[in-house]
């Protein structure tokens, strides 16, 4: 499974910001897709996740409001749109096919993982 995330950039805060993860071998389009960060210096976080049909999304509380996850199947993407961005947000984004069909918070569920965008939100 290859994904291939990409749109991140340098922002200020209050901007938003459309992450995509193509995969353009359509070998993922059974699986549920999340998305994790990395900040400098701390550890790989939950972000959101989309079941394999979009019908199913979750969000981790800290992006909940700010952040919605979608799905276009006939484009096998994965989008992350994100509103209203803090510098906490600053981080590497990575997209990721988890092993069944709808996702899980924990990254020990996804096996296939794109290379990374960088996010950066200045004050």
């Known amino acids: 499974v290859q994904l291939q995330a990409s749109g991140g950039g340098l922002v200020q805060a209050g901007a938003s910001l459309r992450l995509s993860c193509a995969n353009p071998r359509r070998t993922a389009s059974n699986n549920a897709v999340g998305w994790f960060r990395q900040a400098p210096g701390k550890e790989r976080e939950f972000v959101a996740h989309?079941?394999?049909?979009?019908?199913?999304?979750y969000y981790a509380d800290s992006v909940k409001g700010r952040f919605a996850v979608s799905r276009d199947r006939t484009k096998n993407t994965v989008y992350l749109q994100m509103d209203s961005l803090k510098p906490e947000d600053t981080a590497v984004y990575y997209c990721a096919a988890a092993r069944g069909s709808f996702g899980s918070t924990s990254a020990s569920s996804y096996n296939y993982w794109g290379q990374g965008t960088l996010v950066t939100v200045s004050s």
């Open positions: 989309i079941s394999w049909n979009g019908g199913t999304t």
